[in-house]
């Protein structure tokens, strides 16, 4: 009998070296998966007769499998680890019940966050190229990119396997374990700012920064309020298959919706920011009513080690690829 309890003793929660050490392998895995698919690339293109490795690393069949395979790492990381440390799968608290106008306000929220903060994005990227940053588009020569989808059967493509799907595992380890994880050991808007950075990190690019940040931070603090991780999943989706639907618009009709670079255009886009936030904070405090849907025992232990060396690790790695960048454009 007692061996039996002890065999199903798993705990229902993460704690902060949980939360350290998932962020540090979601840091490990893009790089090595980029590494062994690099090597594919110089293969192919050895074997194939291409002229150079962009030709195939732009091609579709090419961007699905390594998207894929991406995302497929991060689930087999939420699932092994779990089970090595006998985590309960369900401590992610992915809860569809949630009260149906809750789901409109996180529908809206979607909406409201990509409009709200995308133009501020657009001010930061031009302060970028004012200081000299090599700034990553879509190549406009490799219409077959899941980033750049010109033909409707790669719009829909797109929006499974870069919309839907990292909706769905990235929201697994940054706000299933990451965030729940530094819940234990910080309140909660420091746990929700603090995991934010590090979904922000994990992007590994100064121009990919503030966008996550700022989308994150939202994210985590609808999965504070509503006790579900269905909503973040939700939100990313909205933001996720947004983009991908203005890109393929842009594409295919004359549609946009960029604004002038003017002095008027950038108080506008400050403004809408303040107005998105101020959306949220409203909603926090007379629908959310600035309530947690449940509360969390805080650990008594000392702050885990791997939070540190985590986010040292990512600072360091994106310091890197940051005099890469400037050096190599």
Same mark, same amino acid.
């Given at each position: %009998?007692?061996?039996?309890? /002890? /065999?199903?003793d798993k705990r229902n929660f993460y704690n902060d070296k949980d939360s350290g050490m998932v962020f540090l392998f979601s840091l490990i895995l893009p790089i090595l998966l980029s590494l062994v698919f690099s090597l594919i690339a110089n293969v192919i293109v050895a074997a194939g007769g291409y002229e150079d490795s962009s030709e195939v690393t732009n091609s579709i069949w090419f961007t699905t499998v390594l998207s894929v395979v991406s995302a497929i790492s991060y689930v087999v990381l939420y699932l092994v680890y779990n089970k090595i440390n006998k985590i309960e799968y369900n401590a992610i608290k992915l809860k569809f019940k949630m009260k149906w106008h809750t789901y409109l306000i996180v529908v809206a929220i979607g909406v409201i966050a990509l409009f709200g903060i995308q133009y501020f994005i657009g001010g930061v990227d031009d302060l970028l190229k004012l200081i000299g940053f090599p700034l990553q588009e879509a190549s406009p020569d490799s219409p077959e990119s899941l980033? @750049?989808?010109?033909?409707?059967?790669?719009? +829909?493509?797109a929006v499974f396997i870069t919309g839907l799907i990292p909706a769905i595992t990235e929201e697994l380890l940054f706000r299933g374990i990451i965030l729940n994880g530094l819940r234990t050991r910080f309140n909660d808007y420091s746990a929700i700012f603090l995991s934010a950075f590090m979904f922000?990190? %994990?992007?590994?690019?100064?121009?990919?920064?503030?966008?996550?940040?700022?989308?994150?931070?939202? %994210?985590?603090?609808?999965? +504070?309020r509503t006790g579900s991780? +269905?909503?973040? %999943? #939700?939100?990313?989706?909205?933001? @996720?298959?947004? +983009?991908i639907l203005f890109t393929y618009l842009s594409n295919t009709t004359s549609f946009s919706l960029n604004m002038p670079n003017t002095w008027w255009s950038y108080l506008i886009t400050i403004l809408l920011l303040a107005v998105t936030f101020g959306i949220m904070y409203l909603i926090d405090r007379y629908y959310f009513k600035h309530k947690s849907a449940e509360m969390v025992e805080k650990?008594?232990?000392? /702050?885990?080690?791997?939070?540190?060396?985590? #986010?040292?690790?990512?600072?360091?790695?994106?310091?890197? #690829? /940051?005099?890469?960048n400037f050096v190599s454009a």
């Open positions: %009998m007692d061996k039996k309890t /002890t /065999t199903f980033a @750049n989808p010109q033909s409707f059967g790669i719009f +829909v493509l922000a990190l %994990m992007h590994q690019s100064l121009q990919q920064l503030v966008y996550p940040f700022l989308l994150g931070s939202i %994210m985590a603090w609808l999965v +504070v991780l +269905v909503s973040s %999943m #939700i939100v990313h989706f909205i933001n @996720n298959f947004l +983009v650990s008594s232990t000392k /702050t885990s080690v791997y939070i540190y060396v985590s #986010i040292a690790i990512a600072l360091v790695l994106l310091l890197f #690829i /940051t005099i890469f």
